[in-house]
Nanobody, 116 residues
Framework: QVQLVESGGGLVQPGGSLRLSCAASGFTFSRFTMRWYRQAPGKERELVAGMLLPGGRRDYRDSVKGRFTISRDNAKNILYLQMDSLKTEDTAMYYC?????????WGQGTQVTVSS
């Protein structure tokens, strides 16, 4: 059974930090491209960051470059998103996504709220 379980979300003040985790099971994690998406109320889901291959290139949307860092631990089957210098506009539900060919898996999401 494929599972992606996100954790680490919460309420944080502007300028603060959070680290999201996504624990994967039920598939060969190391073969999959892993990405983080987010969706704010009333808005479309958007790609935040992606890591194509273990140790490979990392891509970020422009608005999070220099503030967010995606990483993965293939030994533990965990994907991370370190979020620093958080802004109110980062408030959203954050989702973990796994892709390999035409296989696509989603987690249930973890809420991040940036507010003073």
């Amino acid at each position: 059974q494929v599972q992606l379980v996100e954790s680490g979300g919460g309420l944080v003040q502007p300028g603060g930090s959070l680290r999201l985790s996504c624990a994967a099971s039920g598939f060969t994690f190391s073969r999959f491209t892993m990405r983080w998406y987010r969706q704010a109320p009333g808005k479309e889901r958007e790609l935040v960051a992606g890591m194509l291959l273990p140790g490979g290139r990392r891509d970020y949307r422009d608005s999070v470059k220099g503030r967010f860092t995606i990483s993965r631990d293939n030994a533990k089957n965990i994907l991370y998103l370190q979020m620093d210098s958080l802004k109110t506009e980062d408030t959203a539900m954050y989702y973990c996504h796994a892709n390999y060919g035409n296989l696509n898996y989603w987690g249930q999401g973890t809420q991040v709220t940036v507010s003073s």
